[in-house]
């Protein structure tokens, strides 16, 4: 059975800090998605990004970047100089159909709060 | 273009109605997936379709159901409504059934009293 551990269910930090929010996946699956979604107050989740599991290059996209170890089955996602726009409920997730948001397993998110 | 829309966004229901909750992918996509988000058990899949054919479902009872029409819109019916039944219900769409990316709905509050 898959399993998504986002053990951080709170972080608050002040504005321009650096902040990784941890993920934890376990499946049986040699082929599998891990995924990182937002969800500001407004309820839609974002989608951010979607790893397979051959691909363990790390990730930068302007002030997000993740890092991908199968060693260690984990998944983390750091925001550098983070801004108040930021706050929102994250969630990683994990599907082994590949395909959109088929099947996901999400974990329980992470609430960041970046205070001005 | 518009993207994905769920209604309706609010609706109280009794214990022991029906409801169905509507959602309108982004125009060309085809697949279609719900989820249920309550406060204990967080984010749980329900049902993906693609082109009117349901390919995966969770682990949620038969009172749980979903179809989709020609124009990929779709509708889930949650019939028997008990009170754990109020939570977010998100659908999602996406292009193809190996799109990398999918796009979510604000979801619909259905409260249950």
């Known amino acids: 059975a898959q399993k998504v551990t986002q053990a951080q269910t709170e972080i608050s930090v002040v504005e321009k800090e650096d902040v990784t929010l941890d993920c934890v996946y376990e499946t049986r699956d040699t082929t599998y998605y891990l995924f990182w979604y937002k969800q500001p107050p407004s309820g839609e989740l974002v989608f951010l990004i979607r790893r397979n599991s051959f691909d363990e290059q790390n990730e930068i996209s302007g002030r997000y970047s993740w890092n991908f170890q199968k060693s260690t089955s984990s998944f983390n996602f750091t925001i550098t100089a983070s801004q108040v726009v930021d706050s929102a409920v994250y969630f990683c997730?994990?599907?082994?159909?590949?395909?959109?948001?088929?099947?996901?397993?999400f974990g329980k998110g992470t609430h960041l709060i970046i205070q001005p | 273009k518009a993207g994905v829309t769920q209604t309706p966004r609010y609706l109280i229901k009794t214990r022991g109605q029906q409801v169905t909750l509507s959602c309108s992918p982004i125009?060309?996509?085809?697949?279609v997936s719900w989820y249920q988000q309550t406060p204990g058990q967080g984010l749980q899949f329900l049902f993906e379709y693609f082109s009117e054919t349901q390919r995966n479902k969770g682990n949620f009872p038969g009172r749980f159901s979903g179809r989709q029409f020609s124009n990929s819109r779709s509708e889930m019916n949650v019939s028997t409504l008990e009170l754990g039944d109020s939570a977010l219900y998100l659908c999602?769409?996406?292009?193809?059934?190996?799109?990398?990316?999918?796009?979510f709905g604000q979801g619909t509050r259905l409260t249950v009293v």
């Open positions: 125009s060309g996509h085809r697949s």
């Open positions: 999602a769409s996406s292009s193809r059934i190996y799109d990398t990316e999918a796009f």
């Open positions: 997730a994990l599907s082994e159909s590949g395909g959109g948001a088929d099947g996901l397993t």
